[in-house]
């Protein structure tokens, strides 16, 4: 008789540890073991006896049934560890939710691509575990023209191996209850009356405060601030270079420059001039909210380094297409015409955000990334064990934000300036728009033209971490594929971009996404931009939204009047007439905290900087 010695290990989460009966049997080359009983939790290793050696082990068959006087359980194992009688140690990474009495297969870890699985127990398990894959993971259809979701009736249809943990779905629907609960205590969530004093709106930023947000409650109508907010705030994606004028932002030397001080074209040959461009929500219609007609701008914005290296706004015309009802505003204007210039920019900036650059290019693309992930490569895969982190909660929040937020019911659609009809054709915009030059950051500064801009520090910081992760993708994917060929021939990997090109780019060639790998660069590439787009830039553009965000004048998310035609007329009283209602300002604020929350489980991304060839 020969021995194996199996340790099995259960996870350190809530509800990880069954009362059930736990059976495991081997399956090697040249055999297989009879199926034993484990109680758990195990205290030390368990002895599974063979006639005689089974040969190198390939799998494990996993499974629990409930005790008499029992209910059935939910197990959490992480792995199974079994030391063979010739001293070999196998081990078996589970990290499954086992909620039922079938028998599950487990692939011993090493990791194999497709063409190297030459046993038939090998194959057949990983064929098993991808066929059960794609009835867990289905692609739907939330709306035509937009990247395909994972088909969910509520969270609960999630795999158990996707959803939120117990500590962060308590907290996390904690943080959503209080919040809005506070503000309706101070009478403020159902308040559909204007603002009439800038101080009062303190009673609903007191609520929640943040060093950056009282920052910005401070210095909110400086045009530093405004600047600085297209480089180093929530949405770092816009600004760029301006070498030429468009043609619809008639611009002219003395109206920037008083005097004869300088010139624009001097400036744009200097690389001083910098553009941000709103077309994107031109035309698109406004939302009602509270029954009252509300405004949205496609403005265009100038601005320009100064000697001491600030970013200031030195033009901004709020409409697209010049005429004489459509003012350019300049900070020589009066107090409120320039300030009210701005606040409509801002405005603008938080429906281009939030559907552009934070929900289209960084969760709903996560999501594809994701599934197209969990339906086309097994576990034993390395590209499965190299991205299965970054997948971590995106399919539970990106359900609750359809669900929440973006539904006929949820609280964008309802008090966004951009909400309802707009949102829709915003958003098939925004995947129009999307290339992959612009998700790779290198390529989308350097597009950018804004290599050299000062204090940028997005750039300066993302360019670091996107070099860091292209490194560790690069040693561990060339440790796997030798040649480009290799790369070819792996069918689960072309699945997988395959998919992501259909279900998340919907087959458009104009985006430049691949359709299938065929070298060791372009995979390192594109899964680097993966990793990236799930850990970097979704930090850059989420994070900080309470604290540019939260002072509603800073960033309101809707305006209830339309800009001024003409210089001389706005005054506060007319600034407060233009502010979203208390309502709306309390459900955004709200919001904006629930998602800049961090759980007390967050994981920081965590790779090892490989040295420079």
């Known amino acids: 008789m020969v021995n194996y010695e199996v340790t099995v290990s259960t996870g350190k989460l809530v509800g990880a540890a069954t009362f059930n009966d736990v059976f495991i049997k081997l399956v090697g080359t040249d055999g297989e073991s009879e199926r034993v009983k484990r109680t758990l939790p195990p205290t030390s290793g368990t002895l599974i006896s063979c006639p005689v050696s089974i040969g190198k082990l390939v799998l494990i068959e996993l499974d629990k049934q409930c005790l008499p006087l029992f209910p059935e359980d939910t197990w959490f194992p992480t792995k199974v560890v079994v030391k063979s009688p010739e001293g070999a140690t196998y081990n078996f990474p589970i990290y499954r939710w086992i909620t039922d009495s079938e028998v599950h297969l487990f692939r011993e870890g090493t990791a194999l691509r497709v063409f190297e699985d030459d046993n038939y127990f090998g194959r057949l398990c990983r064929q098993k575990e991808l066929d059960q894959r794609e009835k867990d993971y289905c692609w739907d259809v939330y709306a035509e023209g937009i990247p395909h979701c994972m088909k969910a009736t509520d969270p609960l249809s999630l795999p158990c191996e996707v959803r939120f943990s117990f500590t962060k779905k308590t907290e996390f629907f904690y943080t959503a209850a209080t919040g809005l609960a506070e503000l309706q205590l101070k ?19 007191c609520c929640k405060r943040t060093d950056i947000s009282d920052y910005v409650q401070e210095h909110w109508k400086e045009d530093a601030l405004f600047g600085y907010q297209y480089l180093n705030g929530i949405n770092p994606m816009l600004i760029r270079r301006c070498s030429a004028l468009p043609d619809n932002f008639p611009v002219t030397d003395d109206m920037v420059f008083r005097h004869g001080q300088g010139s624009l074209r001097n400036e744009m040959e200097n690389g001083n001039i910098f553009l941000c461009d709103y077309k ?43 005429a004489d009802d459509n003012p350019i505003f300049f900070p020589t204007d009066s107090e409120y015409d320039w300030l009210i210039a701005k606040i409509f920019v801002r405005s603008a900036d938080f429906s281009a955000h939030q559907l552009n650059v934070h929900l289209m290019r960084t969760h709903l693309l996560a999501e594809v990334f ?78 950018r033209g804004v290599e050299a801009l000062p204090n940028f520090y997005y750039r300066d910081d993302g360019l670091k971490l996107w070099d860091i992760i292209q490194r560790f993708v690069q040693g561990v994917l060339s440790f796997y594929y030798k040649n480009d060929a290799e790369v070819q021939k792996d069918s689960e990997l072309q699945k997988w971009i395959s998919d992501i090109f259909e279900h998340g780019f919907l087959s458009q060639t104009s985006t430049g996404i691949p359709q299938s790998l065929t070298t060791v660069v372009e995979m390192v590439k594109f899964v680097t931009m993966v990793i990236f787009t799930c850990s970097g830039q979704h930090s850059a553009v989420n994070t900080g939204q309470y604290d540019y965000g939260g002072w509603m004048p800073n960033t309101p998310i809707s305006l209830q009047l339309p800009p001024p035609t003409t210089k001389g007329k706005t005054g506060e009283a007319t600034m407060l007439e233009t502010f979203p209602s208390v309502n709306t300002t309390a459900q955004g604020m709200a919001s904006m905290w629930l998602l800049s929350k961090q759980s007390s489980d967050f994981r920081t991304i965590s790779v090892r900087r490989f040295p420079a060839s």
């Open 187 to 205: 009478g403020l969530a159902d308040c559909k009356e204007n603002w009439t004093n800038i101080d009062d709106i303190n009673r609903v930023f």
């Open 280 to 322: 994107l929500l031109d035309g698109v219609k406004a939302n009602t909210v509270n029954g009252k007609k509300q405004y949205l701008m496609a403005p265009l914005i100038l601005l320009h380094t100064t000697p001491d290296d600030k970013l200031m706004p030195i033009a901004i015309q709020l409409k697209q297409t010049p």
């Open 370 to 447: 994701a599934v197209a992930l969990l339906r086309n490569v097994p576990m034993v895969h390395p590209l499965y064990k190299l991205l299965i982190p970054h997948t971590r909660y995106t399919l539970q929040i990106n359900y609750l934000a359809r669900n929440l937020l973006i539904s006929d019911t949820g609280v964008f659609t309802e008090f966004a300036a951009s909400g309802g009809e707009g949102m829709m054709t915003i958003l098939e915009r925004s995947l129009s728009s999307v290339t992959y030059s612009s998700l790779c950051i290198p390529e989308d500064i350097a597009e």
